[in-house]
Nanobody, 115 residues
Framework: QVQLVESGGGLVQPGGSLRLSCAAS????????MTWYRQAPGKERELVAT????????MYADSVKGRFTISRDNAEKKVYLQMNHLKPEDTAVYYC????????WGPGTQVTVSA
């Protein structure tokens, strides 16, 4: 059974940083791309970043390029999202997902960027 569990969200001031983690189980992790999405209040869920199974290829939404970095540890079966220079508009629930487009989702973790 595929399970994805996010952690690391919280409240941070504008300009600050957070690192999200996603622990995966129930599938062959290194054979699957992993993706971070987010959904802000009143908006549709959107892609943040995705990374290939071996970590050699990544793609980012224009809104986060240069500020966010997606990475993975296949030995630990974890995917990460390092978020720097956070802005209030980054406030959202962040979801870890298997594959791109996603077929399984985690429950999400709240990120709030506010002074």
């Amino acid at each position: 059974q595929v399970q994805l569990v996010e952690s690391g969200g919280g409240l941070v001031q504008p300009g600050g940083s957070l690192r999200l983690s996603c622990a995966a189980s129930g599938f062959i992790f290194n054979q699957n791309a992993m993706t971070w999405y987010r959904q802000a209040p009143g908006k549709e869920r959107e892609l943040v970043a995705t990374i290939s199974g071996n970590g050699g290829s990544t793609m980012y939404a224009d809104s986060v390029k240069g500020r966010f970095t997606i990475s993975r540890d296949n030995a630990e079966k974890k995917v990460y999202l390092q978020m720097n220079h956070l802005k209030p508009e980054d406030t959202a629930v962040y979801y870890c997902a298997r594959r791109f487009p996603a077929d399984y989702w985690g429950p999400g973790t709240q990120v709030t960027v506010s002074a």
